[in-house]
């Protein structure tokens, strides 16, 4: 299930931790548009455990996404 995962995002989360924290993510009428990310590797990321989508509201929301750290450094060290 992995193998799908934007594993640039991964490496940018591991070289800066708060890399996550600053990225957010628009939800519209149109649909998503994210900063260089896509939704399904968003939503891998979040199944697997190495990220937390908090939404928001009303409709055209912003979703922040935050990291758990431990999965990030226990990744870090595999691809060390």
Same mark, same amino acid.
Request: net charge negative.
């Given at each position: ?11 940018? &989360?591991?070289? =800066?931790? %708060?890399?996550?924290? !600053? ?7 149109? *649909? @998503?548009?994210?900063?260089?990310? &896509?939704?399904? =590797?968003? %939503?891998?990321?979040? !199944? ?7 939404? *928001? @509201?009303?409709?055209?929301?912003? &979703? ?17």
């Amino acid at each position: 299930m992995l193998e799908n995962i934007n594993y640039d995002l991964l490496e940018k &989360i591991a070289e =800066d931790p %708060e890399y996550v924290q !600053k990225k957010y993510i628009e939800a519209s009428e149109l *649909g @998503w548009r994210i900063p260089s990310v &896509i939704i399904r =590797d968003v %939503e891998l990321l979040e !199944k697997a455990g190495f990220i937390t989508i908090t939404r *928001g @509201w009303p409709v055209r929301r912003t &979703i922040e996404i935050t990291f758990t750290g431990h999965v990030v450094l226990a990744w870090r060290r595999a691809h060390a």
